[in-house]
Nanobody
């Protein structure tokens, strides 16, 4: 059974750091395009960062570029999102998923945020709150 379990969220002050983890079961992350997505209060879900499997190319939402880093550990079948220099605008529920197939990481991120993951449904996510 396909399942993603996000963890690592919490309350952090502006400027702080967090690392989100996403443990996958029922699927081997190596071999898939993957990404992190966020839904802020009252807003649509958006793609934060995505990585393509075939060439390792990445996409970052401009507002998080140079602050966030996406990575994966094949041995642990886990993906991560390192978030530094957090801002209040980063507040939201963060989800990890296998993305829709697309040769562009940016397009894959946007399409997945809008249409949903390649497999299964959105999980529970992990809440991240950044206080001013």
């Amino acid at each position: 059974q396909l399942q993603f379990v996000e963890s690592g969220g919490g309350l952090v002050q502006t400027g702080g750091s967090l690392r989100l983890s996403c443990a996958a079961s029922g699927v081997t992350l190596d071999g898939y395009d993957i990404g992190w997505f966020r839904q802020a209060p009252g807003k649509d879900r958006e793609g934060i960062s995505c990585i393509l499997n075939y060439d390792g190319s990445t996409y970052y939402l401009p507002s998080v570029k140079d602050r966030f880093t996406i990575s994966r550990d094949g041995a642990k079948n886990t993906m991560y999102l390192q978030m530094n220099n957090r801002l209040p605008a980063d507040t939201g529920v963060y989800y990890c998923e296998v993305g829709k197939k697309h040769p562009s990481a940016q397009a894959m991120c946007a399409m997945t945020a809008r249409l949903g993951p390649q497999m299964g449904q959105w999980g529970q996510g992990t809440q991240v709150t950044v206080s001013p």
